[in-house]
């Protein structure tokens, strides 16, 4: 009988040495933790327009060659408030917004740490801020639609902080 439990103990102990994971449990309970944290802080933290609170995920078929980014917007980890660093920025594209009577896309973007439902929910976070922002400096919210490609759209994939963005695009809308 003892042989019996010691050859299953060993058995299930060898097939769990040998399942794959992306982190060790001690980093994924902590990163889990960190990550809720974190969100409750960004959620005191960012603006969030009620209007832009459903994600949506982008079809990439609409990306063309006449399409334009006129910037993006970088975030820190797991945030969506925009820094004083991006605030010419805004300003600029808020002025040819309304100058040129344009439309623009905003695209928010993640890194690819966290699950696919948080990140897009994250990415549109970022996008309504951009789009709040772009508000406050007086275009037309009706020419604005921000969307969310989650973390389906790195630029780096080596470098998360590039992927921590909202990309300001003309001829989307």
């Known amino acids: 009988m003892l042989k019996k439990s010691l050859s299953v103990l060993s058995l299930f102990l060898l097939l769990n040495a040998c399942s794959s ?3 060790p449990i001690s980093a994924a309970t902590s990163s889990t933790t960190e990550q809720s944290t974190q969100t409750n802080t960004s959620l005191q933290e960012g603006s969030l327009d009620n209007s832009s609170a459903n994600p ?3 079809d990439n078929s609409l990306s063309t060659s006449k399409n334009t980014v006129e910037g993006s917007v970088y975030f820190d980890f ?3 408030n925009i820094k ?3 605030q010419n920025l805004l300003k600029d594209n808020a002025q040819k917004i309304v100058t040129d009577s344009a439309s623009v896309r905003i695209e928010g973007n993640t890194d690819d740490v966290g699950s696919t439902e948080y990140n897009i929910a994250l990415g549109q976070r ?4 951009v789009e709040n922002a772009l508000v406050a400096e007086g275009v037309d919210k009706s020419k604005i639609e921000a969307v969310s490609n989650g973390s389906t759209k790195p630029l780096d994939a080596s470098d998360k902080a590039k992927n921590r963005r909202a990309d300001i695009i003309f001829g989307n809308k």
């Open 78 to 80: 797991d945030k969506y």
């Open 126 to 129: 970022r996008a309504a801020a």
């Open 56 to 58: 949506k995920l982008t």
């Open 84 to 86: 004083a660093q991006y």
């Open 21 to 23: 994971t992306k982190e």
